[in-house]
C-alpha cells in the first residue's frame, strides 16, 4: 500500500475515544446505515484515518451538518428515502432489500483492481466526495477530507460495495475500528462467518483480541466448513483480491440488514 499514513496507536485511546462517532457513525442508520473505515498494507493491515485522527474528541461524536440531517431522517422511521436524497449521500441507488449474492457478486468483480498513482482508487474518489467524508474527518480530528486521498482502503472498498448496491446497514466508514464499533453498537455484531457478512481481522491477536485491535476489513463469500472462510479484500497488496482466511485471525463479524 503506498498510502501516506501509519497505523494509529490504539494503546493512546480510552474506551471513549474508540467509541466516538457513533452518532456521526450512525449516518443513515435505519434506513441507510453508515459508519467509519479501514485498509490494509500488504498482508499487514496500516491505520486507515489519516495521522489526524490521533486528535480524537473525547466524549462527544463530532457531527456535521450533513450528518444531522441524515440521522434526523433515519430518526423519523419511515424508511423511505428518495432516489435524489440516497445520491446526495453517496448511494448509486436508493437502499433497497439486497441478497448477500449480490454484493458478492460485485466485490469479485473488482478483483485485480489496483491502486494508481499516489495510491488512489475509485473507493478513494467515491469517499471523499460524500458527506460521510466529512463526517467521519470531523469526528476524527477535523482534518480535510482530501487526506483520505492515498489512504489505507479496505473499509472504503466495502463501504462503496454497500454504496453500489443499496445494502441497508452495511454501514460506512474509512476505520475499521469505528466500523465495527458501529455494528456493535446497532446490534449486528457476532461471530458466525455468512455469505455477505463484513469480517473484521486482528494480524497480531486473532479471534482473542477485542475490537479496538482490529486491523483489516472484508467481506465473506463463504464459510469452507474446515475452519477457514474465503473473502474478498481491498488494499491488500495494493489491489482487491480473493483470499482464504484462517477463523482463528477474525475479531468479528457485522451483518447488514440483507433480503431473506
Sequence with gaps: MTGRFDRLSLSRFTPEDKAVGVAASAVLAGAIGLAVFNPLAGERAAADAPQAAAVVQQG????????????????????????????????????????????????????????????????????????????????????????????????MFVSWLGAQTGVKNMGWDAYTVQHATWFKKTDRWGHKAKPGAVVFFDWKNGSSGGIGGIDHVGIVVKDNGNGKITTVEGNTDNAVKKKVRDKSQVVGYGYPDYAS
Design 60 to 155: 462527544k461524536a463530532a457531527e456535521s451538518p450533513a450528518a444531522a440531517k441524515a440521522a434526523e431522517k433515519a430518526d423519523g422511521g419511515t424508511g423511505n428515502v428518495s432516489a435524489a436524497d440516497a445520491r446526495a449521500e453517496g448511494f448509486k441507488v436508493a437502499p433497497r432489500a439486497v441478497k448477500p449474492s449480490e454484493v458478492i457478486k460485485l466485490a469479485e468483480k473488482q478483483i485485480g483492481t489496483r491502486e494508481g498513482k499516489g495510491g488512489m482508487t475509485k473507493y478513494h474518489n467515491w469517499y471523499v466526495s460524500t458527506p460521510q467524508a466529512a463526517a467521519t474527518a470531523e469526528r476524527d480530528g477535523g482534518f480535510s477530507v482530501d487526506d483520505y486521498k492515498g489512504a489505507q482502503w479496505c473499509n
